[in-house]
Structure formats: structure tokens, C-alpha cells
């Protein structure tokens, strides 16, 4: 999900950060081909096929990790430490998604109240991990280049139809909406959608419920080139009434904008959110009910109090100064609770911990040391041809021409036995030289999301990591930008300034550039 603007995708890339924060080796590849994950952005990540490290962190639900498994197979599971990163947005796991925990040595979740869910048919540990929050860059800056009215006060919520209509409850924060604000007011609400092509009955739900207010304006981003945070950004308030989340990414990415987040007063959010840093949405508990696969009909979820919802709604509009101090609090307490360095030392632990005592099930076939052609060929060369010797005069004359081949034959069978051990050598040889190459792939890919981060707000920073990630180069090239990284900012501002004292001299630049790369490698460095 590392492309995806989901929240998953969303998780997925935090989690990267954090483990980058954390000093972990960290090599993001991407689900096999047909698995369903979405495309919706750029990501530097390598294809399933290249990922040898003894250690999986598998960011995706449970519901698809086996299809995830049945395209990957062996050259993702086997013999490795498969971790579950699992969003499970229910209060209980259904019993048909029991059979996913024999696929992972352990689940990790993003809130207490996930896990408590998840541990209730869990046969494997289940650790609560601190989710960095870390919104990718803006893809747009202003609200005309999104066509929003610059002057409303524009409040935002966010839908997904791929994660369940009923339980992020968009029709409630739209109800919320119409019952407080008369058109013309000066607030407004946009409806941020996401998959409306794969759920058109639920759509035409939302429509309905937006219908008759000018006010409210839905969002489809399938229409947009632009990234979920890019709107939470722009705007001036976030509301989610939703009944019930494993974590709600997009309020935690609305507070670290400082933005006064309006949310039910239940289930995963209230991991990083309190009355202090949020208005929370007063609500009952239901029965989840039949039809909202999925979750358990037996489940609970919460009903949140539309009006409650309106109400607080108001008070943001009209008191803007306490609501700009609310999301300032929020602010400051996600980004010391969720940032990547925050979340960095519980991260490091956990790894630190599998690597110490961590072994993959026994129930799973390991990774063959050697291609599956060329373990069976010595037993093949033992046993010979498995003809029948005739008998009579033709088995004398077979007996006289092979005891006359003898010492052919035993020549050829010292050729094929050093013909085994050195293909069995250049296996090995393949095998080391495939997890140096991933271990450097990762040291570069890092590279490129630190050079990316450096480069927020630069119209051509994804181009640039995009046409490095896809150049073929000696591999010294690479290593050069890797170690040259830390001396990039002492270089000028502009190409044909004078270099600053220590700075890299154009000789040197041309150096790095040696191999075709005129002006990639030259960029990155300046």
C-alpha cells in the first residue's frame, strides 16, 4: 500500500519514516502484481521479488493479507518473520479471518483498542505500536488550484469507500453540516472521497445527503491529482463522526496541521486524542448489525449525537481564537506522541526483540539456499540412469563396453561433481551478492526520501527521485551520493555561485557525474 492515498498507504509511509528514524534498514517493496493495491502516487519502492531481509512488516488488512500470500508466496513468506500491521477498525475479528494469523509470527497495532479486538482470536502476540504521523508534501498550496472559495471557513471530512461506508459514517458529518450552517453563512464542507468508481450505490448516497446545500462540495480525488493531506492542510477544521477506527489517520494528520479536529469520543483515535487537544463527539454504542461486512453483525460501534456534532461545529466557526489555540494543543501533542522520532525508540525495540529471539513457523517451507533444480542434482547424479540391464548375450556385451568406459566414466562423474559444488558456490555467491545489493538498494532508497523530505515544495522533487531511482549506473555512483549526502547544504544556493569553504568544487561534481547522470547527481548534491 506504500502508493496507495489511503489511510493504510498513509500508515505504510509513517511507518517507513519511523524505522528511518530509528536507524532500521528498512527496504519498502511492493505487493505482488494484482494484489488489488492502489496506485495513486509515487513512491521509491522495489518490486516483491527483491526482498531477501529475514523480517516482513506486512502493511496491509487482514482481509487481504492472504491474497497477498497466495501471489507472493514463497519469495515473500517463506522462511522470514512476517509482522501484520493490521488496521482493523472493529470491536471484535470475525471468526472467518482467524485462519490470516497463521500467516504472520506477530501483529502489530496502531491503538490499544485495535489490539484488544485483534487479541480476541489472536494465536500470535500482539504489540501496540506508536503510528508516526508524518503527512507526505502539499501537492498543491492554495485553495484555487484545488478550486475551493478562498474566503468560506471550510470544514473537511474524509471517506474511503474501500473501508466500509457505514462504519466512517460520511452521511452523519453532512447531516452535521446542513442542521448548523444556512447557505450563504460562510462555512462550508468539503467531502473528501476516495474509491466512488468501486462503490456507486453509496455514492449516490452521499450525493443525495449533499443535494440542495451550495455549500457543500464533494471531492472525488479520482478526478484530482492530489494527496488526502494536501486538502486536511487547506482547510480550517476536520470533522470524522465515524463509529469506529483502528487509529483515523486523517484527524491525526489534521492536528499535526493544527487544524481543530471534531471527532467521536470512541474507539482508536482516542490514542492520541483527550478533551484537551480535540472536541470529541458525544455517542452510544449500537449493535453493528447485519450488511456491514467485514465487521461482526454481533459488534458494537458508536451512534454520535449529530447535533452535539453541529454544535461544536458552530463553536469553531464562531470562536475562532479557541479554536486555533485547540490545534495548536493538538499539535504539539501529536508531533511529541506520533512523530517519527517519537515512535523511533518503541520501533527499534520491537526489531531489536525479533532479531534477538524471533524465528519464522516451522509451518512455512524456508527459502531454498539453492535454486530447486540444482539441490536435487546430486542425488540425480548418485543414482544414475534408471535403465533396466537386459539379460543374455546383450547384458554381457552391455557389462564389457561399460567396464571398457570405466575410466571415461568416472572421469565425467568428477566433471559433474565439480560442476555441482561450483554451481552450488556461485549460488551462494548470488545469494550474498542479491542481500548486498538489497541492503544498498535500501541505504539509496532512504537516501531518496530524506533528499525528497528536503525537497518539499519543489514542483520537480518527485521527477528527480523518479529519474534516480530508474537510472542503471556503476554501482560507486550511488555509494559516492550516499556518502556526499551529509555535505549538500554547505554547497551554494544557486549553480554558479562560488562554492562555500568545504563546499563540493565543480571538478568534484563532475566526478560524481561521470557516468551519464549530467545534472541528477550534480542537483541532488546542490
Not at 497463521?102 to 482470536?121: F, G, H, K, R
Not at 443535494?211 to 493531506?229: F, Q, V
Not at 463553536?315 to 475562532?320: D, H, I, S, T, W
Request: proline share 6%; with cysteine.
Amino acid at each position: 500500500d506504500f502508493r496507495s492515498d489511503s489511510e493504510d498507504g498513509e500508515a505504510a509511509r509513517g511507518l517507513i519514516s519511523g524505522l528511518d528514524a530509528a536507524g532500521v534498514r528498512a527496504l519498502p517493496v511492493l505487493g505482488a502484481p494484482g494484489d488489488g493495491a492502489a496506485e495513486d502516487r509515487e513512491y521509491p519502492a522495489r518490486p516483491v521479488d527483491h526482498a531477501p531481509f529475514a523480517v516482513n512488516v506486512l502493511c496491509t488488512r487482514p482481509e487481504r493479507i492472504a491474497e497477498l500470500a497466495r501471489r507472493g508466496g514463497g519469495r515473500l513468506f517463506g522462511g522470514r518473520y512476517s509482522v501484520g500491521l493490521w488496521f482493523w477498525d472493529g470491536d471484535q475479528l470475525p471468526p472467518g479471518l482467524a485462519d490470516r494469523f497463521d500467516l504472520v509470527e506477530e501483529v502489530w497495532a496502531p491503538s490499544a483498542w485495535s489490539a484488544t479486538a485483534i487479541q480476541s482470536l489472536a494465536t500470535v502476540p500482539v504489540h501496540v505500536i506508536p503510528l508516526p504521523v508524518v503527512p507526505g508534501p502539499a501537492a498543491f498550496r492554495t485553495r484555487a488550484e484545488l478550486g475551493l472559495p478562498e474566503t468560506q471557513f471550510l470544514f473537511t471530512t474524509r471517506l474511503d469507500h474501500a473501508t466500509g461506508f457505514e462504519r466512517q459514517n460520511p452521511v452523519a458529518a453532512i447531516e452535521a453540516f446542513r442542521r448548523t450552517f444556512r447557505p450563504g453563512e460562510g462555512a462550508g464542507l468539503v467531502v473528501d472521497c476516495r474509491g466512488s468508481a468501486s462503490a456507486t450505490a453509496d455514492h449516490a448516497r452521499l450525493v443525495q445527503a449533499a443535494a440542495g446545500h451550495p455549500d457543500i462540495e464533494l471531492l472525488d480525488r479520482e478526478n484530482l491529482d492530489a494527496h488526502a493531506a494536501t486538502l486536511t492542510s487547506l482547510c480550517d477544521s476536520y470533522v470524522t463522526l465515524h463509529r469506529a477506527t483502528a487509529f483515523a489517520v486523517g484527524a491525526a494528520e489534521a492536528m499535526w496541521f493544527a487544524k481543530p479536529v471534531i471527532a467521536t469520543g470512541y474507539s482508536g483515535n482516542l490514542e492520541y486524542m483527550d478533551a484537551g487537544n480535540a472536541h470529541l463527539v458525544e455517542h452510544r454504542l449500537v449493535q453493528v448489525g447485519p450488511g456491514n461486512d467485514p465487521y461482526p453483525p454481533t459488534g458494537s460501534w458508536a451512534e454520535p449525537d449529530v447535533d452535539h456534532a453541529g454544535r461544536l461545529m458552530r463553536e469553531v466557526f464562531e470562536r475562532r481564537d479557541d479554536a486555533r489555540a485547540l490545534g495548536e494543543r493538538a499539535a504539539r501533542d501529536i508531533r511529541e506522541g506520533h512523530s517519527a522520532e517519537a515512535a523511533a525508540q518503541a520501533l527499534r525495540e520491537r526489531v531489536d526483540a525479533i532479531r534477538a529471539t524471533g524465528r519464522a513457523r516451522r509451518g512455512i517451507d524456508p527459502v531454498a539456499e539453492h535454486p530447486r533444480l540444482l539441490s536435487a542434482l546430486p542425488m540425480r547424479l548418485a543414482q544414475g540412469p534408471a535403465a533396466t540391464a537386459p539379460s543374455g548375450a546383450r547384458g554381457q556385451l552391455r557389462r564389457a563396453v561399460l567396464r571398457a568406459m570405466q575410466p571415461f566414466t568416472a572421469y565425467q562423474a568428477s566433471v559433474n561433481h565439480d560442476l555441482v559444488a561450483a554451481l552450488a558456490e556461485l549460488s551462494r555467491d548470488v545469494a550474498e551478492s542479491r542481500d548486498d545489493t538489497a541492503a544498498e538498494w535500501a541505504d539509496i532508497l532512504a537516501a531518496a526520501r530524506r533528499e525528497g523530505a528536503r525537497a518539499t515544495g519543489r514542483d520537480d522533487a518527485v521527477e528527480e527521485i523518479k529519474r534516480i531511482l530508474t537510472l542503471e549506473t556503476d554501482r560507486g555512483v550511488y555509494l559516492a551520493l550516499s556518502e556526499m549526502r551529509q555535505r549538500h547544504l554547505l554547497i551554494g544556493p544557486q549553480p554558479s555561485e562560488a562554492p562555500a569553504e568545504k563546499a563540493l568544487s565543480p571538478f568534484e561534481l563532475r566526478v560524481f557525474s561521470q557516468n551519464g547522470e549530467d545534472g541528477v547527481i550534480a542537483e541532488i548534491l546542490r
